[in-house]
């Protein structure tokens, strides 16, 4: 993304859409370089646009949810998907 979103235009209560176009829900808050959806924080830089439907994101909708600390960008704060293993497994 080579420009950053104005939150001036973001109001509460507008849609929030993800990646794939689900809707997460409304805008909860606005802060300085963020806002808030589903009762996460979401850093400016994860928004794409805003426009007349409500405000896009590049997170998929179950990426967001997902996230363990809303204060970390991006993909690595994602949950750990790697299987646990059972204690009666062979090492």
């Given amino acids: 993304m080579s420009e950053q979103v104005n939150l001036d235009t973001i109001e509460p209560g507008m849609p929030v859409f993800g990646a794939e176009g689900a809707k997460i829900g409304p805008v909860e808050a606005i802060?300085?370089?963020?806002?808030?959806v589903a009762s996460h924080e979401v850093p400016r830089e994860a928004i794409t646009h805003v426009d007349r439907e409500g405000v896009h994101l590049q997170l998929g909708k179950i990426a967001l949810m997902a996230r363990l600390d809303p204060d970390i960008e991006g993909v690595d704060s994602l949950v750990d998907l790697e299987p646990a293993r059972s204690p009666f497994e062979a090492r």
Avoid: D, L, M, Y
């Fill in 31 to 36: 802060h300085r370089a963020s806002i808030n």
